[in-house]
T-cell receptor, first 113, second 112 residues
Framework: NAGVTQTPKFRVLKTGQSMTLLCAQD?????MYWYRQDPGMGLRLIHYSVGEGTTAKGEVPDGYNVSRLKKQNFLLGLESAAPSQTSVYFC????????????FGDGTRLSIL | RKEVEQDPGPFNVPEGATVAFNCTYS??????FFWYRQDCRKEPKLLMSVYSSGNEDGRFTAQLNRASQYISLLIRDSKLSDSATYLC?????????????FGQGTILTVHP
């Protein structure tokens, strides 16, 4: 019963490098989300998706791109990593009905040097 | 004004104490509300949903006051294991997708 799975769990990058974070969910949820969490800032929505093939910007989208080619996967890309993107990244998913909560993956800790 | 505001605390209470957290939300269109719990460096986990009539789950009681736009969480008989950050959450409301707005969290420490 995996729920929401994020890979990798930890990563250290150099400024300017690129990488992709993968999120996979096995609950057949329509909606998926990427957040970042920084000390004192709470959770901030980066991008979200309401279905396969669709994505939209959240609160802090700059510097990130996303894709949802399959319903169960939501990818977050950093094309040219910057130190300001050092953070903990959480993926979440939820059913279409907004009465139901989001389920979170256990996070990716990313450091940009 | 933040969409969801919480007292950040920290709240330091002894085991067995009763502690209450309040949270206010600014979007009157919000329809769904939740309390999440987040342990240090872990993912947020759903503690309970908040219903209009109020609801209880063991030692935890959640209340919603739509007129005043606030949500509360009461923890009775606190345990050491209740130490965590508690996140108040409201959905965006008026839309077809489940966008949630998270408060910054209230830190609770329960000591022996």
């Amino acid at each position: 019963n995996a729920g929401v799975t994020q890979t990798p769990k930890f990563r250290v990058l150099k400024t300017g490098q690129s990488m992709t974070l993968l999120c996979a969910q096995d609950m057949n949820h329509e909606y998926m989300y990427w957040y970042r969490q920084d000390p004192g800032m709470g959770l901030r929505l980066i991008h979200y998706s309401v279905g396969e093939g669709t994505t939209a910007k959240g609160e802090v989208p700059d510097g990130y791109n996303v894709s949802r080619l399959k319903k169960q996967n939501f990818l977050l890309g950093l094309e040219s990593a910057a130190p300001s993107q050092t953070s903990v990244y959480f993926c979440a998913s939820s059913p279409r009905d907004s009465r139901y909560p989001q389920h979170f993956g256990d996070g990716t800790r990313l450091s940009i040097l | 004004r933040k969409e969801v505001e919480q007292d950040p605390g920290p709240f330091n209470v002894p085991e067995g104490a009763t502690v209450a957290f309040n949270c206010t939300y600014s979007n009157s269109a919000s329809q769904s509300f939740f309390w999440y719990r987040q342990d240090c460096r872990k993912e947020p986990k759903l503690l309970m949903s908040v219903y209009s009539s109020g609801n209880e789950d063991g030692r935890f009681t959640a209340q919603l006051n739509r007129a005043s736009q606030y949500i509360s969480l009461l923890i009775r008989d606190s345990k050491l294991s209740d130490s965590a950050t508690y996140l108040c959450v409201a959905n965006a409301g008026g839309t077809s997708y489940g966008k949630l707005t998270f408060g910054q969290g209230t830190i609770l420490t329960v000591h022996p």
